[in-house]
C-alpha cells in the first residue's frame, strides 16, 4: 500500500493513479525508503494488507519467495492478474492481519505498508508479526503515515470535505507503534522516511527539489516513515514488556485486519 489511498478503492483506480507524474515519484520514493532496510533476499517472504500486490510483486522480482495477504477479494484478484500478466512467482491469499494463516516462526521477512492505520488494534496484528517470524534473522519493516506529516495534515483536511478511502483511518505516530512493536516483543533496528510534499499540480521536478531540500531541513515533515523490526530473544526482554505481554495472552491473539489498501 501507498499514500496514494486505502479502505474501500476500485482497484482499477488505483493502480491507475500509480501512471500520474505525482504517483510514480510517489511510488518511487516510498519504494526506496523500503528497500533500503531489506535484509538480502532469502526465504519466504509475508506482504500484509497487500492490494493491488504491488510490494509483493516487486520482492518477488527481488529473488524472494512472496506471499501477499489482504482481505478484500477485488484487490487479491487485481494483484493476481498482474502476477499472470508478469509471470511473477508471487502468491496471493485471503488472510486477516490479526490472525494470520500461516506457522509461527516461518517467514524470514515481513511487511507491513500503511496497513495498521485500518486497525483498531494495530497490537494483534504486530503480535502475529511476531509470531510468525523467524526467531534469528527475522525481519519486519512496518510502514506508517506520520500524523505530522504535509500530506498527512493535507489528507486530514481533505477527507473531511470529499469521500475518501482513509476516511476511516487512524494516524497513529511513530512513538505508538514503536512502543507496541516493543510490546509486541519487536525492537527497532532501521529507519527511513520519504514523501516531503503534498500532491500539488505543475511540474513534478519543483516536487523532487522540494523532496531533497525538505528531507535536510523540515524533517517533521515527511509523510512516509518505514521502520524496521526484529524479534526480541525473551531473555532480552525487559520486565516490563515481558509483564505485558504474559498480560495480553503472549504473541499472538485474534483481530480484525485492516481492510485492503
Known amino acids: 500500500m501507498t499514500t496514494a489511498g486505502a479502505g474501500s478503492f476500485d482497484p482499477a483506480a488505483y493502480d491507475a493513479w500509480f501512471q500520474t507524474p505525482v504517483g510514480r515519484l510517489t511510488d518511487q520514493l516510498e519504494h526506496e525508503a523500503v528497500r533500503a532496510l531489506l535484509p538480502e533476499p532469502s526465504g519466504v517472504a509475508l506482504d500484509l494488507s497487500c492490494g493491488t500486490g504491488n510490494y509483493a510483486l516487486d520482492l518477488a522480482e527481488r529473488g524472494w519467495q512472496a506471499i501477499g495477504i489482504d482481505l478484500a477479494p477485488v484487490m487479491l484478484a487485481a494483484a493476481r492478474r498482474?502476477?499472470?500478466?508478469?509471470?511473477?512467482?508471487?502468491?496471493?491469499?485471503?488472510?486477516?492481519?490479526?490472525?494470520?494463516?500461516?506457522?509461527?516462526?516461518?517467514?524470514?521477512?515481513?511487511t507491513f505498508?500503511?496497513?495498521?492505520?485500518?486497525?483498531?488494534?494495530?497490537?494483534?496484528?504486530?503480535?502475529?508479526?511476531?509470531?510468525?517470524?523467524?526467531?534469528?534473522?527475522?525481519?519486519?519493516?512496518?510502514?506508517?503515515?506520520?500524523?505530522?506529516?504535509?500530506w498527512t495534515r493535507w489528507r486530514r483536511l481533505k477527507r473531511r470535505l470529499v469521500d475518501s478511502g482513509w476516511r476511516r483511518a487512524r494516524f497513529r505516530s511513530e512513538a505508538t507503534i514503536r512502543?507496541?512493536?516493543?510490546?509486541?516483543?519487536?525492537?527497532?533496528?532501521?529507519?527511513?522516511?520519504?514523501?516531503?510534499?503534498?500532491?500539488?499540480?505543475?511540474?513534478?521536478?519543483?516536487?523532487?527539489?522540494?523532496?531533497?531540500?525538505?528531507?535536510?531541513?523540515?524533517?517533521?515533515?515527511?509523510?512516509?516513515v518505514a521502520l524496521r523490526f526484529e524479534p526480541v530473544p525473551p531473555r532480552q526482554e525487559s520486565p516490563q514488556v515481558a509483564r505485558c505481554r504474559g498480560a495480553t495472552g503472549g504473541d499472538a491473539g485474534p483481530g480484525a485486519g485492516p481492510p485492503s489498501h
Open 82 to 110: 498482474k502476477a499472470a500478466a508478469r509471470r511473477s512467482s508471487a502468491y496471493f491469499v485471503a488472510g486477516d492481519a490479526g490472525a494470520l494463516p500461516i506457522r509461527e516462526h516461518s517467514i524470514r521477512l515481513v
Open 113 to 150: 505498508v500503511l496497513g495498521l492505520e485500518f486497525m483498531a488494534e494495530p497490537l494483534r496484528a504486530l503480535r502475529e508479526v511476531r509470531r510468525v517470524l523467524r526467531p534469528a534473522g527475522g525481519t519486519a519493516i512496518v510502514a506508517i503515515l506520520a500524523p505530522s506529516g504535509a
Open 179 to 224: 512502543h507496541a512493536a516493543e510490546t509486541a516483543g519487536l525492537w527497532l533496528t532501521g529507519r527511513r522516511a520519504a514523501v516531503y510534499y503534498v500532491p500539488t499540480p505543475g511540474p513534478v521536478r519543483w516536487l523532487e527539489w522540494w523532496e531533497r531540500t525538505a528531507a535536510r531541513r523540515f524533517p517533521a515533515l515527511a509523510t512516509f
